[in-house]
């Protein structure tokens, strides 16, 4: 689970830095380097165009990260949902048999799930 929120985290921050670049797209930039008054030299200007194609790249992917991150949200919710209706058939065991319920705990999906009423 701490996986899946580091990546979600590094979906989201690459998804808030390509919204910035909606009005600054690769082709704009492949402009104003074309454009650029002040002579680069080779390996500046390489290296600004290997940035732009890695950002079109990036962008591209996009709306595939976006899909695969809302599946991964749908499947952490089930198991976690999975992780509770184990908690709470442990706990409901440990009652039918009178037994302490605490063995159950390690199931329990977080801290802020609540008790088995």
Request: net charge negative; glycine share 2%.
């Amino acid at each position: 689970m701490e996986n899946l929120a580091t990546l979600q985290g590094s979906v989201e921050a690459v998804a808030e830095l390509a919204s910035l670049f909606v009005s600054i797209t690769p082709e704009r930039m492949r402009e104003h380097l074309t454009e650029c008054p002040t002579p680069l030299p080779d390996s500046t200007y390489q290296a600004a165009l290997s940035y732009i194609r890695n950002l079109e790249s990036a962008l591209e992917l996009a709306p595939e990260l976006r899909t695969i991150m809302n599946n991964l949200r749908q499947l952490d919710i089930q198991c976690e949902d999975e992780q509770w209706r184990s908690y709470k058939d442990c706990v409901d065991n440990a009652r039918c048999h009178h037994q302490d319920a605490s063995g159950c705990s390690w199931l329990k999906p977080g801290p802020n799930w609540p008790d088995v009423p």
